[in-house]
């Protein structure tokens, strides 16, 4: 996976200060990162990857400590358990989002985040400083890209009205992060991904015999 130049890192920046949209690989897959915070960016985003009510807006983190101001109430300790175990990493923890989060990006009102592990995405999104999206940089029903070429055919239009800026490179590829929902300190996996159920097992296992 390539590093960010500076140049190329201050391009990404401005895109996505400007509301538009960067793509940049994860660990896994090439991601569309635009600010959920932002309404036009929330609108460029859904204009390149429309989504249907069955699909929220996966979002990463620039650090743990913005994760408190997109859910509604606290963090339960189960969710905070496994953020301390499994950030930086594939875990996304779903919890009701707060007010202010835009409902189109929240799947039945409730907000899937995650710190991401190294990738040119989670340094944006660090340096950025606000929660970014992450889904999948390819069309619907099209297989996630792991080349920024395949970014580049997918959305050539949109690169050439300059809504999307694409960060080239490699991405590993790989399993997407796991997805967990947790309510009244029980959590269901809602996709199995990078992060195996039966860690998630040991760490509410642990968390419970502390009680």
């Known amino acids: 996976m390539n590093a960010l130049d500076e140049a190329t890192c201050r391009a990404a920046l401005e895109q996505l200060a400007r509301g538009g949209v960067v793509a940049a690989a994860t ?5 569309l990162l635009a600010d959920i915070t932002n309404p036009i ?6 204009g390149l990857k429309p989504r249907g009510a069955d699909k929220g807006v ?3 983190l ?6 408190p101001a997109l859910v509604a109430g606290s963090i339960p300790s189960l969710a905070q358990a496994f953020a301390d175990a499994l950030w930086p990493g594939g875990l996304s923890i779903a919890l009701p989002a707060a007010a202010a989060v835009a409902p189109r990006v929240a799947l039945d009102g409730s907000l899937a985040v995650r710190v991401p592990g190294a990738s040119p995405a989670a340094e944006l999104a660090r340096r950025f400083g606000r929660p970014l999206s992450a889904t999948s940089a ?6 996630p890209a792991v080349h920024s070429a395949a970014v580049v055919q ?17 991405s590993p590829g790989g399993a997407p992060s796991t997805v967990v929902r947790i309510s009244e300190g029980e959590y269901a996996v809602a996709r199995v991904g990078a992060v195996p159920v039966s860690a998630l097992d040991e ?8 009680a």
Do not use: D, K, M
Not at 41 to 46: C, P, R, S, W
Not at 154 to 170: D, M, N, P, R, T
């Open 27 to 31: 660990e896994s897959y090439f991601g």
């Open 138 to 143: 390819n069309l619907p029903g099209a297989p």
């Open 154 to 170: 997918s959305f050539a239009e949109a690169i050439a009205q300059g809504v999307l800026l694409v960060v080239e490179g490699e």
């Open 62 to 67: 620039p650090e743990a400590s913005s994760w």
């Open 41 to 46: 960016a929330v609108e460029a985003l859904f």
């Open 58 to 60: 996966p979002t990463i």
């Open 203 to 210: 760490i509410a296992r642990t968390l419970t015999s502390r």
